[in-house]
């Protein structure tokens, strides 16, 4: 009898006889992939650039490689009507328009808002109207949400009185808000919490309905700066899998603030680390190294490996540092990363990465079939550059 309540309860979980389960929990089941229009337009973001976008992730090869999602960020906003419902403004006419174009593409769209009364760059916010802009988003056609904290912080101040605790609760309760009136809709929304890592949110995303959360600060288009941030996930590991991710910001790559080996250790460090792969390029006007950097499908395909694992540090010896991504059917993707000023040797040990015994490499940079290691693997890694194998046995 408790065997035949539970396959009821099961079966008409959305009739209420036990808790909802969120829909968004078969979402994102591997990390996103897209573009964001933040990194390189920022607030000079218009339908065109948006459109350009969508044709270009369809002609260039990336939609083909996974990329989906093609996410407006911030200054989309206009003022509210009468009966309180969001507007667009004048650089996007018509956002039920735009979204079908982009559908039209086989893309999918996102659009960004925040829990407080206004956004970053001081638009209008979700305060206060969390059902309606979602009911808005689900009409127009929209399948991501970046939720951004900027503009909860002045209230979250106002009313915590200086108490953490109390803020935290705040700063939850808010993301957890528009979590439900997302599942209202009843719309398939994908949903990025972006709270800049504050309060570990690694460890109570999930519970408010994020898919996805940042654990970092922005990101700039400088080889520092994005080390910085890409190795300090080290640890993080046991909170991501299937539909909630972490999310370390995103992709710098083909922005013009590092070299090629630089963005090569951008995009096999978030690989690795099963991060949403989120172009912030212009990607009208990408050249031959950008589009082989962003569309390189073995490194693809490691991030959007099915076991849905994310990586971790392995080992670290001054500047050469080695880290693993645990693959589908027991392989290993293994990424030798040198963060110093000179090319250097790097190696790894086979047994440090679960491989005993002879293995079979391929190197997903170069192409290249390396054939059978035993013991270990040392490569010459360029300045600030990495070498990114697969394992198998």
């Given amino acids: 009898m408790k065997l035949l309540k539970s396959t009821i309860c ?28 933040w990194n390189h337009f920022k607030r000079t973001i218009t339908d065109a650039d948006v459109r350009a976008a969508a044709d270009a992730m369809a002609s260039s090869g990336m939609r083909e490689a996974g990329y989906t999602y093609i996410n407006i960020d911030d200054s989309w906003e206009g003022d509210r009507d009468a009966q309180g419902n969001i507007q667009s403004n004048s650089k996007f006419p018509d956002m039920k328009a735009l979204a079908d174009y982009v559908h039209s593409k086989g893309l999918k769209l996102g659009i960004y808002s925040s829990p407080g009364p206004t956004t970053c760059a001081k638009f209008e916010g979700s305060y206060n109207h969390e059902q309606q802009d979602a009911d808005t988003y689900a009409k127009w056609g929209v399948d991501y949400l970046k939720y951004d904290l900027c503009g909860l912080r002045p209230i979250m101040k106002d009313q915590s009185h200086g108490d953490a605790q109390v803020a935290t609760t705040m700063m939850k309760q808010a993301y957890e808000k528009m979590h439900k009136a997302l599942l209202k809709t009843h ?3 994908v949903y990025s919490l972006c709270q800049y890592g504050w309060d570990s949110p690694w460890t109570w995303g999930q519970e408010v309905g994020g898919n996805l959360w940042r654990t ?48 090569e250790t951008h995009m096999s460090l978030w690989a690795i680390l099963a991060a949403p792969l989120l172009a912030g390029n212009d990607l009208s006007k990408m050249d031959d190294v950008t589009k082989s950097i962003l569309i390189n499908k073995d490194v693809i395909a490691v991030d959007q490996d099915r076991a849905g694992i994310q990586g971790d540090r392995v080992s670290a010896e001054g500047p050469y540092e080695v880290w693993m991504k645990p693959l589908d059917r027991g392989a290993r993707a293994v990424a030798l990363f040198n963060r110093g000023p000179l090319a250097a040797p790097v190696t790894v040990q086979l047994k440090d990465v679960g491989m005993d015994g002879p293995v079979h490499g391929y190197d997903l940079w170069a192409h290249k079939d390396l054939g059978v290691l035993q013991g270990s693997y040392t490569a010459t890694v360029p300045r600030h550059g990495v070498v990114m194998v697969r394992l198998t046995r």
């Avoid at 979980?13 to 996103?32: E, G, H, I, N, R």
Wanted: net charge negative.
């Fill in 187 to 189: 719309r398939p929304i």
């Fill in 10 to 37: 099961l079966a008409v979980v959305a009739l209420s006889c036990c808790p909802l389960v969120s829909q968004t929990s078969s979402l994102a089941q591997t990390p996103p992939m897209g573009w964001n229009a």
């Fill in 216 to 263: 970092t600060g922005d990101i700039n288009d400088d080889y520092a700066h994005m080390s910085l941030i890409g190795f300090s996930q080290a640890g993080l590991s046991k909170f991501a899998g299937p539909g909630h991710w972490n999310d370390p910001d995103m992709l710098e790559i083909g922005n013009g603030g590092m070299t090629p080996d630089e963005y």
